[in-house]
């Protein structure tokens, strides 16, 4: 049996099951996207970290010792193992940051596109006038339980 949000299941009348359903639904694809946005952000976060680290680290104790000489710099780069380590760690960090920045992407699209339909069909799902009362805190607890903005389309 899937689990239900507390804070969803206690809406009782003022939505129906199907809806509480599409609730949730919204609700896992918003951890969905700020789950992938996270580790996109720290992806990128470290892979910046260890490109200013090592051009630090290059500036120091290669460009500066040879005196600006490139084809000296070059040799010393290409010469060490562990140039070439780093080389490749700083390129596989930009690829996985790219992964997750497309799978963030996504999530986002899936995301926007189901909050939008419930914004859509709030006038179905919510039939005036008693109910369309209750619409509101609906909308007002997603708001602030769950950072999910159903009021307007634009995110």
């Given amino acids: 049996?899937?689990?239900?949000?507390t804070r969803i299941q206690l809406l009782k009348d003022h939505t129906d099951a199907p809806t509480k359903k599409m609730l949730e639904n919204l609700v896992d694809r918003k951890r969905k996207f700020d789950a992938y946005k996270k580790k996109c952000f720290k992806a990128q976060f470290i892979t910046f970290l260890l490109l200013m680290g090592f051009v630090v680290y290059l500036y120091a104790f290669l460009i500066k010792p040879a005196g600006g000489q490139i084809e000296v710099v070059l040799r010393s780069i290409f010469d060490e193992e562990f140039h070439v380590f780093v080389v490749l760690?700083?390129?596989s960090g930009y690829a996985?940051?790219?992964?997750y920045k497309k799978k963030e992407d996504k999530a986002e699209k899936e995301y926007h596109n189901l909050r939008c339909e419930v914004i859509r069909k709030s006038a179905e799902l919510w039939p005036q006038p008693t109910p369309w009362q209750n619409?509101?805190?609906?909308?007002?607890?997603?708001?602030?339980?769950y950072d999910i903005n159903l009021f307007h389309e634009s995110k």
């Fill in 96 to 99: 996985t940051a790219q992964f």
């Fill in 1 to 5: 049996m899937i689990k239900i949000e």
């Fill in 135 to 145: 619409r509101h805190e609906v909308f007002t607890m997603m708001k602030q339980e």
């Fill in 89 to 91: 760690l700083i390129v």
